[in-house]
Nanobody, 111 residues
Framework: QVQVVESGGGLVQAGGSLNLSCVVS?????IGWYRQVPGKERELIAL??????ANYPESMKERFTISRANANTVYLRAKTVKPEDTGVYYC?????????WGKGTQVTVSS
């Protein structure tokens, strides 16, 4: 069973940076970061494949960077955070057949 654990959330000052970590147990084909801000649906921030290729929605490209430390640890960095970045950030790991979510980590950006 694949397990996913996020860490690194908390209170961040607007204009600062955000660093999140995701540790995954088991073998996966991709790991992605999503977020759910109040009043909106969960949205994709970035996805990284096993070959290291990263994909971003156009709206996320400018301020977010996803990277891998190894096969089981993925980072998300955000620069110049804004109050509207406040929300719960989730890590998702996919195998060929299943999708696994972490419990999420709360990020609050203060103005």
């Amino acid at each position: 069973q694949v397990q996913v654990v996020e860490s690194g959330g908390g209170l961040v000052q607007a204009g600062g940076s955000l660093n999140l970590s995701c540790v995954v147990s088991g073998s996966t084909i991709s790991i992605g970061w999503y977020r759910q801000v109040p009043g909106k649906e969960r949205e994709l921030i970035a996805l990284i494949l096993n070959n290291g290729r990263a994909n971003y929605p156009e709206s996320m490209k400018e301020r977010f960077t996803i990277s891998r430390a190894n096969a089981n640890t993925v980072y998300l960095r955000a620069k110049t955070v804004k109050p509207e970045d406040t929300g719960v950030y989730y890590c998702n790991a996919k195998t060929s057949w299943t999708s696994h979510w972490g419990k999420g980590t709360q990020v609050t950006v203060s103005s």
